[in-house]
């Protein structure tokens, strides 16, 4: 049993419909991958229509499933009506939905200019709670069940310089989710969220940290496990989190960055860069001192 296998049983998803904004690359691929591979009925929307397909024909080849592709602004709230029509039409329903799309710049905050901070904001949160809305509503109309998992940060919760306008819509985001969960439990629908750490993607590494600075930055030297994430592990929570597996599970955001978040948070953690000899010496002092 490796940590880079699929984990849940081979038809946990099977005859659900499962729509995930950002579809086309990065994160959100993998997750859709393995929700196919389970069984499920694929929907991707984002705004590049060339990258859907050709995420469509891959995953469709590589699973046997089916992928509908629909390009859309999650800005946009008509955009998405239209992406829940097609989507209804072409499976009859849809049953889970992760808001993954998102947008962020690294930048001195005051350097950003007010519409540069609109642009993430507006996708992130508003991206979030319009997809959330619009499919809320046609479950609640025809009582259907519902799972929502939404795609945080650590940073919701403790906020960051240098990402503002994602740390502020991200913390938006996770307000939604345990907000939600109370709210349209009722509904039967389930609300929750996942907060990665590191996890190698073009989006969010090339285009975010450019090559220098992610060598600067190494992020796996800074993990107390000493790597980044593997997209399997990823996959396997949300099919988790979108399963049936989890249906006690609700208003919960789960961390898997192992350990980045708290070893920043811990005031004694930089402590790890004490060598072995140097606590030799401390405890021999103390010793020598009683
Ligand atoms: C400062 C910037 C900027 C940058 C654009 N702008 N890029 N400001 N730094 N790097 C400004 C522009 O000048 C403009 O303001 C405004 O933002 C809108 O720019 P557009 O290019 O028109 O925006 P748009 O076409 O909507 O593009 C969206 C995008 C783009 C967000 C700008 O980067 C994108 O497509 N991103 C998707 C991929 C992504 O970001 N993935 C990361 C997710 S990772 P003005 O004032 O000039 O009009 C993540 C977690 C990270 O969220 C965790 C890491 C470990
Ligand atoms: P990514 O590949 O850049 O994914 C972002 C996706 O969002 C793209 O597919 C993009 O597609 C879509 N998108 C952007 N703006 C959109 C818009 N206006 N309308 C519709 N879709 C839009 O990056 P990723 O690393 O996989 O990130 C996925 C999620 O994980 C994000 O929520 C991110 O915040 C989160 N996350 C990632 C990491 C990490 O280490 N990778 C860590 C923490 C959290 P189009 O360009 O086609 O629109």
Same mark, same amino acid.
């Given at each position: 049993m490796k940590n880079t296998q699929g984990m849940l049983h081979q038809d946990a998803l099977k005859g659900k419909t499962i729509l995930?904004?950002?579809g086309g690359t990065g994160l959100g691929k993998s997750m859709g991958r393995y929700?196919?591979?389970?069984?499920?009925?694929?929907?991707?929307?984002s705004r590049k229509m060339e990258v859907l397909e050709q995420t469509a024909n891959e995953l469709s080849q590589a699973t046997g499933g089916q992928v509908l592709?629909?390009?859309c602004d999650v800005r946009s709230y008509e955009?998405?009506?239209k992406v829940i029509a097609a989507a209804t039409d072409r499976f009859g329903s849809i049953d889970g939905l992760l808001n993954n799309a998102a947008g962020n710049f690294i930048s001195p905050t005051e350097r950003l200019s007010h519409r540069a901070f609109d642009t993430v904001v507006d996708i992130v949160l508003r991206g979030t709670y319009n997809f959330t809305l619009a499919l809320g509503k046609q479950w609640i109309a025809q009582k259907?069940?519902?799972?929502i998992l939404n795609i945080v940060t650590t940073y919701a919760w403790t906020g960051s310089g240098y990402v503002v306008p994602s740390a502020t819509a991200k913390a938006g985001v996770l307000a939604l989710t345990r907000s939600l969960a109370v709210e349209w439990a009722k509904y039967k629908i389930r609300s929750n969220a996942i907060a990665p750490g590191p996890f190698p993607? *073009?989006?969010a590494w090339s285009r975010l940290l450019p090559s220098n600075l992610v060598e600067k930055f190494d992020p796996a030297k800074k993990n107390p496990l000493k790597r980044v994430g593997e997209h399997q592990e990823l996959?396997?929570?949300a099919a988790y989190l979108m399963s049936d597996y989890s249906a006690f599970v609700n208003g919960e955001v789960i961390t898997i960055d192992g350990g980045e978040w708290l070893k920043g948070a811990g005031e004694f953690n930089h402590l790890d860069m004490v060598s072995q000899e140097m606590w030799d010496q401390? *405890?021999?002092a103390r010793k020598g001192n009683t």
């Open positions: 995930v904004t950002g929700f196919m591979e389970l069984g499920a009925n694929l929907v991707i929307a592709p629909v390009a955009s998405i009506e259907q069940p519902g799972t993607t *073009e989006g996959a396997n929570l401390l *405890e021999q």
